[in-house]
């Protein structure tokens, strides 16, 4: 494993990350699926790190639906979708940070290390916006750049980039199965946040970001 020492910058995946947002995007395509008359038990878990139109493709998919809609049609679902999700995060503010997150990167400003970061989401400026702590995060990649989705390393390395350091340099925190599989393939350490089966390739577990700390991490890789 790549030495503590040598960290200098820290990736971070958005929902469910830093703001417990994991829920409203589970429950506004929950929204579309009903609509849909798709059954997809384990939607929320399924959709985590994917993108939107990639999310959508999976819907429809696990209904038999994949041949029913034009690109067009398909364009709108995922529109309503978004609208479903946009209302749910209206009143977002600083309280849906979630704990120690706050801490950690005052923690990790204070000492000096690289932050960006690597979320599909294209709503996460608006998010960041909300939850006061878009000045940690102005250097993010923009996902509308990317040729490739997680698990696809594209959106880490470029995370790395940002912060002028290679991608051993570098730990990505990620709540997504897909996202620790991107962090690896990108070379980079990843910390798993969330259930340490679902996350097992990640490696770091945590199961909350609670125990997110430099103190916790360095321990984890001695
Ligand atoms: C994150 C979430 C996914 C979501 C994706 C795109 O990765 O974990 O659940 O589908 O962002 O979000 P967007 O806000 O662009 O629809
Ligand atoms: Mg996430």
Redesign the pocket.
Known sequence: MVKFTDIKGFIF????VVTD??RY??KA?GQLADKLGVDYPGLGDA??????M??LEMILKKGGLENNYSEAEKEAL?AE??AN?VNLIQNMSAKDILPGMADFLAELKDKGYGISLA??????PKILEKIGLSDYFTKAVD?ATLKYG?PDPEIFIKGAQLLDLMPAQCIGLE??AA?IAGINAAGETSVGIGDPELLHDATINFTDTSQVSLANIEKAMQ
């Open positions: 995946d958005l929902d469910g947002t994991s995007h589970a395509w959709v985590k790190g994917i993108s939107r990639d999310a995922a979708k978004n999700y979320s599909a989401s294209k709503n996460a996902p997680k709540d997504a996202g």
